[in-house]
C-alpha cells in the first residue's frame, strides 16, 4: 500500500502563491509517475501536473504552463506543486497521486490510470 498526505493548501488572495507537498509511504510506493489534480465543486477532476520520479521529466497541461511548477525530493518521497499567480479559478481541491506502471506519457493526464491517491487539500483563492 501507499500513503500520500497533503499539505500546504488555504486561503490565498488572487495573485499570491502556495506550495503545495504530499508525502509519500508505504513499502508499495515506487511510482513511475507522480501527479497533481484537482476538482472544483461541480466539475470533473483536471490535470494539473506529473513528474517522472526517476528521471524527473515533468508535464503540464499547456493552461497551467508557466504558472504551475511540479518537482520532487526522492530522499523524502515527497513531491511538491508550487503554484503562482493563482487566480480564482484555482479554487479547487488538489490531488497528490501514484501511478506505478508507464502506461504512456499521453496518459498523464487520464486520472483512471494513477492507483493510489491522497485525500486532498483545500486551495481557495479569493478576488
Known amino acids: 500500500q501507499v500513503q500520500l498526505v497533503e499539505s500546504g493548501g488555504g486561503l490565498v488572495q488572487a495573485g499570491g502563491s502556495l506550495r503545495l507537498s504530499c508525502a509519500a509511504s508505504?513499502?508499495?510506493?515506487?511510482?513511475?509517475?507522480m501527479g497533481w489534480f484537482r476538482q472544483a465543486p461541480g466539475r470533473e477532476r483536471e490535470f494539473v501536473a506529473a513528474?517522472?520520479?526517476?528521471?524527473?521529466?515533468?508535464d503540464y497541461p499547456d493552461s497551467l504552463k508557466g504558472r504551475f511548477t511540479i518537482s520532487r525530493d526522492v530522499p523524502k518521497n515527497t513531491v511538491y506543486l508550487q503554484m503562482n499567480s493563482l487566480q480564482p479559478e484555482d479554487t479547487a481541491v488538489y490531488y497528490c497521486a501514484h501511478k506505478t506502471i508507464n502506461t504512456g506519457w499521453r496518459d498523464n493526464g487520464r486520472a483512471s490510470t494513477y492507483d493510489y491517491w491522497g485525500q486532498g487539500t483545500q486551495v481557495t483563492v479569493s478576488s
Open positions: 513528474i517522472n520520479w526517476r528521471g524527473g521529466t515533468t
Open positions: 508505504g513499502r508499495s510506493f515506487s511510482p513511475y509517475l
